[in-house]
T-cell receptor
Framework: EAAVTQSPRSKVAVTGGKVTLSCHQTNNHDYMYWYRQDTGHGLRLIHYSYVADSTEKGDIPDGYKASRPSQENFSLILELASLSQTAVYFC????????????FGEGSRLIVV | QQKVQQSPESLSVPEGGMASLNCTSSDRNFQYFWWYRQHSGEGPKALMSIFSDGDKKEGRFTAHLNKASLHVSLHIRDSQPSDSALYFCAARRGNYAQGLTFGLGTRVSVFP
C-alpha cells in the first residue's frame, strides 16, 4: 500500500502568520493532492499536481499556494493564515495504473488562533 | 451544490447486522466511483472502487452501481465493531489527474 507521510501532524498558528504543511510519498506516484476536511463539508480539493514543478488549482484554492519540487514532495502553503483555515488537511497520492485510487496520509490538524 | 450526495447521514447497526449506504451523483460526467472509510484520527482508506454496472463484492462489502441513475450503494454484511467509522462515497470524471470529488459521508456505528 502507498506510503504518504505528512508533517507536522498538528500545529497551532497565529492569524496572519505563514504555515507550511509538507507531504512525502515513497511510491513513485505521479499525482499528488491536498484536501481539506471540515465537519459538514466532507473532503474538498485545494490543489493538485500531476508532475514535478507544476501545480493546479482545485475547487477551493483561495488563500493557499502549493509547491511540488520533486515527484515525492508536495507542500501546501498558507501565506497569511486566517481563522477560517482551521481544519484537518490531508495529502494524497495516486497513479493512473491503480485507476486513480487515492492513498491518503494521516492528516495535519491546523488550528489558527 | 453538492455533486456527490450521500444518505443517510448516520446509521446505527447491531453487531452481525447489515449496513446499507447510498450515494447519488448529480454530475453525469462522474462515471467512476469509490467507497472510502475513515476511522477517527486517521486518513481515509479506499475500501473498493466500482466502474461498471452491477455488483462488486470484496469480502463482507458489496457495492452496486447503476450508471443510468448515477446511484451507487455499499452494503456491509455481518457488521463488526471495527466497521464503526465515517464512510465516504467519491467520484471521478475521465481525467485521472483531477482527483476525486467526495460526498459528506455517512457515520456508521455498530453496537453490541
Amino acid at each position: 500500500e502507498a506510503a504518504v507521510t505528512q508533517s507536522p501532524r498538528s500545529k497551532v498558528a497565529v492569524t496572519g502568520g505563514k504555515v507550511t504543511l509538507s507531504c512525502h510519498q515513497t511510491n513513485n506516484h505521479d499525482y499528488m493532492y491536498w484536501y481539506r476536511q471540515d465537519t459538514g463539508h466532507g473532503l474538498r480539493l485545494i490543489h493538485y499536481s500531476y508532475v514535478a514543478d507544476s501545480t493546479e488549482k482545485g475547487d477551493i484554492p483561495d488563500g493557499y499556494k502549493a509547491s511540488r519540487p520533486s515527484q515525492e514532495n508536495f507542500s501546501l502553503i498558507l501565506e497569511l493564515a486566517s481563522l477560517s483555515q482551521t481544519a484537518v488537511y490531508f495529502c494524497a497520492s495516486s497513479a493512473s495504473l491503480s485507476g486513480n485510487t487515492l492513498y491518503f496520509g494521516e492528516g495535519s490538524r491546523l488550528i489558527v488562533v | 451544490q453538492q455533486k456527490v450526495q450521500q444518505s443517510p447521514e448516520s446509521l446505527s447497526v447491531p453487531e452481525g447486522g447489515m449496513a446499507s449506504l447510498n450515494c447519488t451523483s448529480s454530475d453525469r460526467n462522474f462515471q467512476y466511483f469509490w467507497w472510502y472509510r475513515q476511522h477517527s484520527g486517521e486518513g481515509p482508506k479506499a475500501l473498493m472502487s466500482i466502474f461498471s454496472d452491477g455488483d462488486k463484492k470484496e469480502g463482507r462489502f458489496t457495492a452496486h452501481l447503476n450508471k443510468a441513475s448515477l446511484h451507487v450503494s455499499l452494503h456491509i454484511r455481518d457488521s463488526q465493531p471495527s466497521d464503526s467509522a465515517l464512510y465516504f462515497c467519491a467520484a471521478r470524471r475521465g481525467n485521472y489527474a483531477q482527483g476525486l470529488t467526495f460526498g459528506l459521508g455517512t457515520r456508521v456505528s455498530v453496537f453490541p
